[in-house]
């Protein structure tokens, strides 16, 4: 079984930058995919970014162009360069770890490994 932390969270003015990190450890991250999605207060849980371990990407329309997913695998580190924050940014993220291949990575029902979560929250 792996284990996941995520860190890096925080307060953020709009506009401003921060980058959360997805600690992989009890396996190497070269066997899983990774994902990241966020929870607002009552609202669903959103799939924002994954990368699989070919390093291929995607993003939701919501983040897309602001947000870039990236993996060192020699670190069992995944990271998220949130760029250009908005006020809606503001969630609870989380990252989650797929082992099986060509499965969809956008959708929190592929994973069964997640971690706690770190908040952002953006604000003036």
């Known amino acids: 079984q792996v284990q996941l932390v995520e860190s890096g969270g925080g307060l953020v003015q709009p506009g401003g930058s921060l980058r959360l990190s997805c600690a992989v450890s009890?396996?190497?991250?070269?066997?899983?995919?990774i994902g990241w999605f966020r929870q607002a207060p009552g609202k669903e849980r959103e799939g924002i970014s994954c990368?699989?371990?070919?390093?291929?990407?995607r993003y939701s329309d919501s983040v897309k162009g602001r947000f870039t997913i990236s993996r060192d695998n020699a670190k069992n580190t995944v990271y998220l360069q949130l760029n250009s924050l908005k006020p809606e940014d503001t969630a609870v993220y989380y990252c989650?770890?797929?082992?099986?291949?060509?499965?969809?990575?956008?959708?929190?029902?592929?994973?069964?490994?997640w971690g706690r979560g770190t908040q952002v929250t953006v604000s003036s």
């Open positions: 989650a770890a797929d082992s099986l291949p060509f499965r969809p990575c956008m959708l929190s029902t592929t994973y069964n490994d």
């Open positions: 990368i699989n371990n070919s390093g291929g990407t």
């Open positions: 009890g396996r190497s991250l070269n066997y899983y995919a």
